[in-house]
């Protein structure tokens, strides 16, 4: 088990996690892959896939503390680490490209989250550059990297580190929550719009999980909620239970029911699949590293060992219509490619028939 691993969920199908610190001393390159449609009683029991390391260069980064992002085609998982390289890994082929140097190379900054913007494909990483006071832009298609957006002034002149973000498919912006400056200075929520280049701190109602550090926040419900969890007090330097859920459109929080005391954690991978928040390694308050997959039913508030039968048959009918539909669209151009051949092979048979019989016999003999 592992924690500050690199994570990220793709169509609350599929969610990777790669690398970590195993202990204080020891990291870990390894890259995980989870099926969250088939999610049994344990972690040890549930559907992982230890994936293609590759061999050096072309191999994933021994590290801790660094960030993992999904490109806008959703093709690729865009490792972002503190070393001034980025790492990318390709899905389909299971396969690693070489490290991408990235100039400067103080541009990429570890303990800070990267973000894609879905309509663009860049990738944000907030207090990425300039010893945290600006924000790094990094464009996937031409590996160019723009560092010149600062981050807002209530993050202090160091920017912020070890909070949490997610992209708002609602707000179409970056959502950003909790962390800590040089100056234990803590932020709130804070917002970043693309579309304006604009930061903005937003002001929210009802309980929220206060001052943290090192949380994880998670999108549901197609982007109209915002699901923060765990992570550590700043006032009493204890990992937290607690779990917080936004409302993205009017900016409400919610808080669920708390973990178990010994499920408190921080630095840890965190996704949502339908009905259900998930929550995967990390350490507590005696650094240990946290083992059981842990399960969050959003509609019940309850924390659950399993996913119940009637979210597995949900799931399963989903499967099976995403089949069907992609084995009509192969159909439809399999019987559209028979019905090609079948006519030019019905042209060519009608042209030697021709030449057989000549015109004027083709036409008699089509008229009887």
């Given at each position: 088990?592992?924690?500050?691993?690199?994570?990220?969920?793709?169509?609350?199908?599929?969610?990777?996690?790669?690398?970590?610190?195993?202990?204080?001393?020891?990291?870990?390159?390894?890259?995980?892959?989870?099926?969250?449609?088939?999610?049994?009683?344990?972690?040890?029991?549930?559907?992982?896939?230890?994936?293609?390391?590759?061999?050096?260069?072309?191999?994933?980064?021994?590290?801790?503390?660094?960030?993992?992002?999904?490109?806008?085609?959703?093709?690729?998982?865009?490792?972002?680490?503190?070393?001034?390289?980025?790492?990318?890994?390709?899905?389909?082929?299971?396969?690693?490209?070489?490290?991408?140097?990235?100039?400067?190379?103080?541009?990429?900054?570890?303990?800070?989250?990267?973000?894609?913007?879905?309509?663009?494909?860049?990738?944000?990483?907030?207090?990425?550059?300039?010893?945290?006071?600006?924000?790094?832009?990094?464009?996937?298609?031409?590996?160019?990297?723009?560092?010149?957006?600062?981050?807002?002034?209530?993050?202090?002149?160091?920017?912020?580190?070890?909070?949490?973000?997610?992209?708002?498919?609602?707000?179409?912006?970056?959502?950003?929550?909790?962390?800590?400056?040089?100056?234990?200075?803590?932020?709130?929520?804070?917002?970043?719009?693309?579309?304006?280049?604009?930061?903005?701190?937003?002001?929210?109602?009802?309980?929220?999980?206060?001052?943290?550090?090192?949380?994880?926040?998670?999108?549901?419900?197609?982007?109209?909620?915002?699901?923060v969890f765990g992570g550590i007090s700043t006032a009493s330097f204890s990992a937290l239970g607690?779990?917080?859920?936004?409302?993205?459109?009017?900016?409400?929080?919610?808080?669920?029911?708390?973990?178990?005391?010994?499920?408190?954690?921080?630095?840890?991978?965190?996704?949502?699949?339908?009905?259900?928040?998930?929550?995967?390694?990390?350490?507590?308050?005696a650094k240990t590293t946290l083992e059981p997959l842990i399960l969050y039913n959003l509609k019940?508030?309850?924390?659950?060992?399993?996913?119940?039968?009637?979210?597995?048959?949900?799931?399963?009918?989903?499967?099976?219509?995403?089949?069907?539909?992609?084995?009509?669209?192969?159909?439809?151009?399999?019987?559209?490619?028979?019905?090609?051949?079948?006519?030019?092979?019905?042209?060519?048979?009608?042209?030697?028939?021709?030449?057989?019989?000549?015109?004027?016999?083709?036409?008699?003999?089509?008229?009887?």
């Amino acid at each position: 088990m592992v924690y500050d691993m690199a994570y990220a969920a793709i169509d609350e199908r599929t969610l990777y996690i790669q690398g970590g610190a195993l202990n204080p001393l020891l990291n870990s390159k390894k890259l995980y892959s989870l099926d969250l449609t088939q999610l049994n009683e344990d972690s040890s029991s549930s559907p992982w896939r230890l994936l293609d390391e590759g061999t050096d260069p072309r191999s994933p980064p021994n590290i801790s503390g660094q960030t993992m992002t999904v490109s806008k085609d959703k093709q690729n998982l865009i490792i972002t680490t503190s070393t001034g390289t980025l790492s990318t890994f390709n899905i389909a082929s299971e396969t690693w490209q070489e490290p991408t140097a990235v100039k400067p190379s103080s541009a990429m900054v570890g303990s800070r989250p990267a973000v894609t913007d879905p309509s663009t494909g860049l990738v944000y990483i907030p207090s990425g550059s300039n010893s945290g006071a600006n924000m790094t832009v990094y464009n996937p298609v031409d590996h160019s990297v723009s560092t010149s957006t600062p981050m807002p002034s209530e993050t202090g002149p160091q920017g912020l580190s070890f909070f949490a973000a997610a992209w708002s498919t609602v707000r179409k912006s970056i959502v950003l929550y909790g962390g800590m400056d040089t100056e234990d200075r803590y932020s709130d929520l804070i917002e970043y719009q693309p579309g304006n280049s604009k930061w903005a701190t937003l002001q929210t109602t009802g309980p929220s999980p206060g001052h943290i550090s090192s949380p994880c926040i998670v999108p549901a419900y197609d982007g109209s909620k915002l699901i923060v969890f765990g992570g550590i007090s700043t006032a009493s330097f204890s990992a937290l239970g607690s779990i917080y859920i936004l409302d993205a459109q009017n900016l409400t929080w919610t808080r669920g029911s708390d973990t178990e005391t010994s499920q408190n954690r921080m630095g840890m991978a965190c996704a949502v699949a339908g009905d259900y928040f998930i929550a995967w390694g990390g350490t507590n308050n005696a650094k240990t590293t946290l083992e059981p997959l842990i399960l969050y039913n959003l509609k019940t508030d309850t924390w659950e060992k399993q996913i119940t039968e009637s979210e597995r048959d949900r799931r399963r009918q989903t499967s099976r219509a995403e089949r069907r539909r992609r084995a009509v669209i192969i159909g439809g151009g399999v019987s559209a490619g028979i019905l090609v051949i079948a006519a030019v092979v019905f042209g060519i048979h009608r042209r030697k028939q021709w030449r057989r019989t000549g015109p004027n016999k083709e036409v008699l003999a089509g008229s009887l």
